[in-house]
């Protein structure tokens, strides 16, 4: 009986373990998705008007508008189950938001629409990684249902880079 108790103490131990693992992870995805989508805005917003070209401006003023939708679903969904959402953006994306600011005319549009192949390159990764791994119902769903959008986002960022050479 001892042995058996210990047996089940120690599977319960094991669980809460993976369990917290998976609300760090969760967690993490939270913080991570939430910091991308405010510098998608603030990019977007210094794309909407320091951008030379109309399909720049129109392309911030889109990012701007989708991410600050998916950042109160992301929002809503999190504080569901009381996980925390980052206020800002992290210091890697703010120095990201001032080394574009110091750009101009073409060399801005370029720089922008690169930094916006890459970064929903890795967003999509982050989604991804969440919609198959989650173990928040909310969360799981709501990077399931942002990642077309994303896929959208990375194909209209494609193209606007090619419309620029």
């Given at each position: 009986m001892k042995g058996l108790c210990f047996g089940i103490a120690t599977a319960l131990a094991l669980m809460s373990t993976a369990q917290a693992k998976h609300a760090t992870d969760d967690q993490a995805f939270v913080t991570q998705a939430a910091q991308g989508g405010m510098a998608e805005v603030e990019l977007g917003n210094v794309a909407s008007a320091q951008g030379s070209s109309d399909m720049v401006k129109q392309f911030g003023k889109r990012m701007a508008t989708d991410h600050g939708k998916a950042g109160a679903a992301l929002a809503n969904a999190?504080?569901?189950?009381?996980?925390?959402?980052?206020?800002?953006?992290?210091?890697?994306?703010?120095?990201?938001?001032?080394?574009?600011?110091?750009?101009?005319?073409?060399?801005?549009?370029?720089?922008?629409?690169?930094?916006?192949?890459?970064?929903?390159?890795?967003?999509?990764?982050?989604?991804?990684?969440?919609?198959?791994?989650?173990?928040?119902?909310?969360?799981?769903?709501?990077?399931?249902?942002?990642?077309?959008?994303?896929?959208?986002?990375?194909?209209?960022?494609?193209?606007?880079?090619?419309?620029l050479k």
């Open positions: 999190a504080a569901a189950d009381g996980l925390t959402v980052a206020t800002s953006p992290s210091a890697k994306q703010n120095a990201m938001e001032i080394r574009m600011k110091a750009k101009q005319g073409a060399r801005f549009d370029k720089a922008y629409a690169n930094a916006m192949i890459k970064d929903h390159r890795d967003t999509i990764a982050l989604f991804e990684r969440e919609a198959k791994a989650g173990s928040n119902a909310k969360v799981k769903a709501f990077a399931q249902e942002t990642l077309p959008t994303l896929n959208d986002h990375l194909k209209m960022a494609e193209d606007l880079k090619s419309g």
